[in-house]
């Protein structure tokens, strides 16, 4: 399989750069199986698209500003996107530099404070914050949000709270999960009384998320590395959800990515849920059976994507592409703070 197989033709225009109003305004195209007809609706009505006893799952972590600048003694500037928390004053972090620091560097950073060079590891450096106080509560006053590439903007006040879902609470990613952007707590509520439930787990996207696939045969691409943690109550909730005849909607594929990697061999020729926490490279396309999650909501995503692999997956890559071809007609607005779309597992995917 090849990269170029998932390669997609997108209007500029189409990739929206601000978020809507309201989270809930959002469209949403129905993907049921084919031959089934694909359906435009808005995002607000997806209450009366589930069923009571439904289970949907959310991905409740939460963006750190992770966009510093700063110089090194030598006088030249330095870009620092920090792709995770280590604990401490330590983060593992990119740097946008014309030369590469050498471990004992020190980066005199524009919001005050420094960031000394500990060692590199591939295309991250491990540093170690000077800045007198708590690091996390520190970058909430200094840093700065780092939106994706696409989003030809610098960020403003009002993604401060739109480039967050409003149940983030794990701090640690670097990338919205997207798919949550959509939720408001007037959608939530009607939910709950349609008799949907919520439960949680936390991966924390990691800039590796934005990397693009830089070789043609798919089996030689090595993918990032994440942290997740799917805890015993949502495994639980699974549980009860399926035995009670209940249908698994994972909200964005960063959720099937931590579903799908704390899946273990039952025992008796099947793969079940269990609690797990812990680093994952899972890398799903085509050929991947999805087994966590019965539906998918998902934002659309870029051309030759890891994440468009996943959908097609779950979906079947013509059924995604089909989809794609037709949201692009009818004009959807695409990537982060985009539309989205519900998916259903294709036959044979």
């Not at 939910?191 to 990691?206: C, D, I, Q, Y």
């Amino acid at each position: 399989m090849k990269k170029s197989d998932f390669h997609y033709d997108l209007p500029p225009e189409l990739i929206a750069q601000a978020p809507l109003a309201e989270r809930s305004a959002s469209r949403l195209l129905l993907v049921p199986p084919a031959p089934a007809e694909l359906g435009d609706r808005a995002f607000r009505e997806l209450p009366d698209l589930l069923q009571p006893g439904d289970l949907l799952v959310f991905n409740d972590t939460r963006v750190i500003p992770a966009r510093l600048f700063g110089q090194k003694a030598t006088g030249g500037r330095v870009e620092v996107l920090i792709e995770r928390l280590l604990g401490g004053a330590e983060v593992r972090a990119q740097l946008g530099v014309s030369k590469s620091p050498k471990p004992g560097a020190v980066i005199a950073l524009d919001a005050g404070g420094e960031a000394e060079v500990l060692g590199r590891d591939g295309e991250f450096y491990r540093l170690r914050f000077h800045v007198g106080e708590a690091l996390e509560s520190w970058l909430v006053k200094a840093g700065r949000l780092p939106l994706p590439p696409y989003i030809d903007r610098e960020p403003g006040a009002e993604d401060a709270e739109r480039y967050q879902t409003v149940f983030a609470r794990q701090t640690g990613a670097v990338a919205a999960p997207t798919a949550g952007l959509h939720f408001d707590q007037g959608l939530l509520d009607a939910l709950a009384a349609r008799g949907v439930s919520t439960g949680h787990v936390t991966l924390h996207v990691g800039a590796g998320t934005f990397q693009p696939v830089r070789v043609e045969h798919l089996d030689q691409h090595v993918m990032h590395s994440e942290w997740l943690n799917v805890g015993a109550e949502l495994v639980e909730q699974v549980r009860r959800t399926r035995a009670a005849g209940g249908r698994v909607i994972g909200v964005g594929t960063t959720v099937v990515r931590a579903l799908e990697s704390a899946m273990r061999d039952d025992g008796e020729g099947g793969r079940e849920l269990r609690p797990f926490a812990g680093e994952t490279r899972l890398f799903i396309l085509p050929g991947y059976r999805i087994r966590s999650v019965d539906a998918l909501i998902t934002n659309f995503h870029l051309p030759e994507s890891t994440l468009l692999m996943m959908i097609s997956a779950f979906a079947g890559k013509d059924r995604v592409f089909e989809a794609y071809a037709h949201a692009i007609r009818e004009r959807y607005r695409f990537f982060s703070y985009g539309d989205a779309m519900l998916l259903w597992p294709g036959a044979g995917a």
